[in-house]
């Protein structure tokens, strides 16, 4: 996974979740972390590895997800700006195939890391 590009918005953002997510919690989601690697802002997100985000056709329509089995190619994710930020993380699970089970899938999950003070230096 690799960060191809950032855009700043004036817009709200989703409020947070649980900093610190449950024991044996499954799932996709990112966090912002301060310098000391402490997370301060959480979300759950789709499962970014699995089916891709398409922009809709009309104006002010929303993004969808499809099924792709050939992986996917990009997705996107609105991250607030928040003082003391300084690394942006994505826990993802691998993509699903019906033979998988859950424990496979949390055991292979994968977490990315992107400096943010590269950002606006330019993508990683």
Known sequence: ??????QRLNMV?????ALVPKRDTRGSWFELRDRED????????DNP??????????????LRRIDDDRGVRAFFVIVPDIAGARKF?????????SRDDAAK??????TY????????????
Not at 13 to 17: A, D, F, I, L, R
Not at 105 to 110: E, G, L, R, Y
């Open 1 to 6: 996974m690799k960060l191809v590009s950032s």
């Open 13 to 17: 953002v989703p409020p947070p979740q």
């Open 38 to 45: 402490r997370p301060v802002y959480r979300r759950t997100i």
């Open 49 to 62: 590895q699995q089916g891709m985000e398409v922009v809709a056709d009309g104006p002010g329509d929303a």
């Open 89 to 97: 993380v994505v826990h993802a699970e691998p993509r699903r195939t």
């Open 105 to 110: 899938m949390a055991a292979t999950a994968a």
């Open 113 to 124: 890391e992107f400096d943010l003070s590269d950002i606006d230096k330019g993508a990683q």
